[in-house]
RNA sequence: GCGCCCAUAGCUCAGUUGGAUAGAGCAACGGCCUUCUAAGCCGUGUGUCGGGAGUUCGAAUCUCUCUGGGCGCACCA
């Protein structure tokens, strides 16, 4: 049952608008004690020429009540309270009888929508700023998947670029050994070691630049140390994707499209689009007021925007899709504009499909993460230091619970995923061990507890039957729950439409919240009524089957105990 | 200098697209485990919504301006 369009027709009949824009001003009241739905009429007072509170008070007396507990005005605001029992009944009957696709839709059917997330580094440290692409992608990858949409999750690996010349210059330095048992960190010394001598001799640059366009012209020197780098780099990242449970259809990165770029300077050229600047050809971007694009360098090596063009102009024609959306920091928003400038100016209307889902930084509290300056947190370290901390909780709290370890990674990985995803994601995140891994208050490990906590009463009521009397659900803090379970689909949309998985985080929240409440406050297994047992026991099930679902669309997986 | 983003309680953040008395968590203090797991629940209070002006029935939300921060601005990604 949708009220709100019940409302929405209902009203629609005695004034004067269409149903839908009545559906657009109708609201929830910021209180439950005001009812569930609300309906200003402050902009009727305009064309009915009446003030608005008589508007309010005339609807009132005039509108059909059925469906309806009743309905009340309180100044310009028509205040309407639906029949707890329906709205109880019929939510949890969907939930139950969609069990774990109830929150999906089919709205996405035949579109293909591009994922590009993580995309790290090759030779570089997976380090906590990491997360942020790969939590966020992979929760929107899943959330839009969600809706019926036909996903593809891209991981477009830095594996090509002047850094490699640098790196590939720095490989005197390398110490065999270490580069055997810790590739990464071995990597990681020598370029801070570059970028160290650099300063002193900055000829080192040049040298860099030359590897570089050696490795792109094909040079079998540079090309073997290239893919040494790289075949190390990715076993290293896919111990850390095997611990998150991230999964991707296409590992495509730079290096991919290092034979598809000469296509894209001709389509510039032809389009008339390149102008030569200081040696390099570019593309003039005035007129939508932006620095120029720089499509080859004046070496005549390609740049990161020649191979983001490339890229777009492959999956359009690979994948033909309806959105292709890029999580990537915002430190590069200018580029992507860019980027999608200069496809519109080549023609390509699709450039309006493109999206960059920009978040912000993870920092100390006093300066930024560089990898240049060898001062970075691991991912993994990160991870590990979650489970031991997991690990102790359970120690503490519940010595005796099976499968510990199992409990202690899912918790201790859950808390610090969620903590990515809680806030909007624009916002920097400055980073603190005690902050991002904290299980108290709204973070992962309280909705997991929460989930714990519903499971272990359906595990204790195995046996009982009972016909649920859903009527009998009329406390406030069981039909707020109710309200809430039936509002994932919304929250779904919502978080698709502004590319914002916090939205789902801080959903899920308020139904744990409001699930603690429920469950602390009336008894369910000892509830002497069996009407309203079977009803609470539903309940429960109902809210356990959103939990899952949510943290799942989110990336986190959920404990049966802990 | 130019462009984009941000400023809400001591701290970290929400705020349903312009609506009713601006809310949570953390931290602090007090209460609740012989009754469904105390990673929980209940209670106690704090705000010039950065300042100013404007738009209108109504602004934390929209416009302008100032202040204070972040990021970016051609051969790194």
């Given at each position: 049952?949708?009220?709100?369009t ?8 005695k ?11 109708i609201e ?7 009812g ?10 305009k064309?009915?020429?009446?003030a608005p ?13 059925q469906g309806?507990?009743?309905i009340e005005t309180?100044g ?8 707890k029992g ?5 939510t ?5 009888s969609e ?5 999906n ?5 035949g579109?293909n ?7 790290p580094?090759?030779?570089?440290p997976?380090?906590?700023?990491h997360l942020?692409?790969?939590?966020i ?10 809706q ?7 991981n477009?690996l ?8 640098k790196?590939?210059?720095?490989f005197?330095w ?8 810790e590739p ?5 010394r020598?370029y801070?070691?570059?970028h160290e ?13 030359l ?5 792109e ?24 994707y095997d611990?998150l449970?991230?999964k ?5 990165g730079e ?13 510039l ?6 102008t030569?600047?200081?040696?390099a050809l ?5 007129e ?8 080859k ?9 020649t ?10 024609r690979?994948?033909d899709?309806?959105k292709n959306?890029?999580?990537v920091g ?6 992507f504009r ?5 496809l519109?100016?080549a ?15 993870v ?8 990898t240049?300056k060898?001062?970075?947190i691991?991912?993994?370290d990160l991870?590990?230091e979650?489970i031991s901390r997991?690990r102790?909780a ?9 499968n510990?370890?199992d409990v202690?990674?899912k ?10 995803l809680?806030n909007?994601r624009?916002r ?10 904290s299980?108290?208050?709204?973070t ?18 195995t ?10 659900l009329n ?6 729950l ?8 919304d929250?779904?949309?919502?978080a698709i439409?502004?590319?914002e998985?916090s939205?789902?985080?801080?959903y ?15 008894p369910i297994?000892s509830?002497e009524d ?9 309940l ?14 989110l990336?986190i997986?959920?404990?049966e105990?802990?």
């Amino acid at each position: 049952m949708d009220f709100k369009t019940l409302i929405s027709n209902r009203i629609s009949e005695k004034v004067n608008i269409p149903v839908k824009d009545i559906e657009k001003m109708i609201e929830i009241p910021p209180k439950p004690e005001m009812g569930d739905f609300a309906f200003p009429c402050f902009q009727l007072a305009k064309t009915m020429r009446k003030a608005p509170n008589l508007i309010a008070q005339e609807l009132k007396n005039s509108i059909d009540s059925q469906g309806f507990e009743k309905i009340e005005t309180v100044g310009a605001y028509l205040n309407f309270f639906v029949d707890k029992g329906i709205l109880s009944s019929s939510t949890i009957e969907k939930i139950l009888s969609e069990g774990k696709s109830y929150g999906n839709s089919n709205i996405g059917e035949g579109k293909n929508v591009i994922v590009e997330f993580s995309s790290p580094n090759i030779a570089k440290p997976f380090h906590v700023g990491h997360l942020c692409s790969t939590a966020i992608g992979n929760a929107l990858y899943k959330i839009i998947s969600s809706q019926g949409y036909n996903t593809i999750a891209i991981n477009h690996l830095g594996d090509w670029g002047t850094q490699f010349g640098k790196l590939i210059a720095a490989f005197k330095w390398v110490d065999e050994e270490a580069l055997e048992k810790e590739p990464i960190k071995e990597l990681l010394r020598i370029y801070v070691k570059f970028h160290e001598e650099a300063e002193k001799d900055p000829s080192l640059e040049d040298l860099g630049r030359l590897h570089f366009k050696r490795l792109e012209d094909g040079c079998e020197e540079e090309t073997s140390l290239w893919q040494k780098i790289k075949d190390v780099s990715l076993k290293e990242f896919n111990r850390i994707y095997d611990m998150l449970n991230v999964k991707f259809d296409s590992f495509a990165g730079e290096s991919f499209y290092s034979d598809k770029m000469d296509e894209v300077v001709e389509i510039l050229e032809d389009k008339g689009l390149l102008t030569e600047s200081k040696g390099a050809l570019v593309v003039n971007l005035d007129e939508y007021n932006m620095p120029p694009c720089i499509i080859k360098k004046s070496d005549g090596a390609t740049i990161y925007a020649t191979r983001d063009l490339a890229a777009a102009i492959y999956r359009k024609r690979t994948y033909d899709f309806y959105k292709n959306i890029y999580v990537v920091g915002s430190d590069q928003s200018l580029h992507f504009r860019q980027i999608f400038a200069t496809l519109k100016l080549a023609g390509f209307d699709w450039a309006d499909d493109c999206v960059h889902v920009a978040f912000g930084l993870v920092k100390f509290a006093d300066k930024k993460l560089s990898t240049r300056k060898g001062d970075v947190i691991f991912l993994e370290d990160l991870l590990n230091e979650g489970i031991s901390r997991a690990r102790a909780a359970i120690e503490e709290k519940n010595p005796s619970l099976e499968n510990k370890e199992d409990v202690a990674k899912k918790v201790g990985i859950g808390a610090v995923i969620f903590t990515y995803l809680k806030n909007n994601r624009e916002r920097d995140i400055v980073f603190n061990w005690d902050d991002i891994l904290s299980f108290d208050g709204e973070t992962g490990p309280y909705i997991q507890y929460s989930y714990a906590r519903g499971r272990s009463i359906l595990g204790k009521a195995t046996g009982f039957s009972g016909t649920p009397d859903y009527n009998k659900l009329n406390s406030k803090e069981e039909f707020e729950l109710v309200k809430l379970l039936g509002g994932l689909n919304d929250a779904i949309l919502s978080a698709i439409d502004k590319y914002e998985p916090s939205i789902l985080s801080r959903y899920i929240i308020d139904v744990a919240k409001a699930f603690n409440k429920f469950y602390n406050l009336y008894p369910i297994i000892s509830c002497e009524d069996v009407g309203l047992k079977a009803a609470r026991l539903k309940l429960v099930e109902s809210t356990t089957i959103v939990i899952k679902k949510v943290l799942s669309l989110l990336g986190i997986d959920v404990v049966e105990k802990m």
